[in-house]
């Protein structure tokens, strides 16, 4: 599967972003999909993922204010992001695994094992 993120860009503080991530060669509905960020000088983070059959996780810093989802006929999964804060700026990269076994969906809601990413696109928060 190819993925596609886009929506990145400059924001104020308090402002909000809606990040896409398309999908081509795979159905999103049949994919277990993510977004991840890397700010500079930090290690790689798992923000959330929303499963094949449409169960949601977050962490802690996605917790409250972003919200996952995904639009079948559009073949795109979004991170609506708000109450944007300096801290969020970061590349974010959306992700996905092709199976959809139980260990494999268990694994991805916990961040791990995804074998597909995206580009990324940069988004940066002004304060």
């Known amino acids: 599967v190819q993925l596609q993120a886009s929506g990145g860009g400059l924001v104020q503080a308090g402002g909000s972003l809606r990040l896409a991530c398309s999908a081509s060669?795979?159905?999103?509905?049949?994919?277990?999909m993510g977004w991840f960020r890397r700010a500079p000088g930090k290690e790689r983070e798992f923000l959330a993922a929303?499963?094949?059959?449409?169960?949601?996780t977050y962490t802690n810093p996605a917790k409250g204010r972003f919200t996952i989802s995904r639009d079948n006929a559009k073949n795109t999964m979004y991170l609506q992001m708000n109450s944007l804060k300096p801290e969020d700026t970061a590349v974010y990269y959306c992700?996905?695994?092709?199976?959809?076994?139980?260990?494999?969906?268990?694994?991805?809601?916990?961040?791990?094992?995804?074998?597909?990413w995206g580009q990324g696109t940069q988004v940066t928060v002004s304060s």
């Open positions: 929303i499963s094949w059959n449409g169960r949601t």
């Open positions: 060669g795979h159905t999103v509905s049949t994919l277990t």
């Open positions: 992700v996905a695994i092709l199976s959809t076994g139980s260990l494999a969906t268990a694994q991805a809601m916990g961040g791990k094992g995804y074998d597909n």
